[in-house]
């Protein structure tokens, strides 16, 4: 499992974004920036820094 908080690019933010791909994390992240935060366009350099901040959630067995 992926995870991107969104904490960790927009100072204050609270939700985080949670799948089994990285494609997956990004897209959801891109649905929040759009909905909660307004942003009408998610330029390149933004979809690489929500990479950079994507990281593996430890499976629980």
């Not at 995870?3 to 891109?30: C, N, Q, Y």
């Not at 929500?50 to 067995?61: G, L, N, Y």
């Amino acid at each position: 499992m992926k995870r991107f908080d969104g904490g960790s690019l927009i100072p204050g933010a609270t939700w985080h974004a949670t799948a089994e791909s990285e494609a997956e994390v990004v897209r959801k992240a891109v649905e929040k920036l759009r909905a909660e935060h307004g942003e009408t366009e998610v330029r390149p350099d933004m979809v690489e820094r929500i990479k950079e901040r994507i990281f593996d959630v430890p499976t629980r067995h």
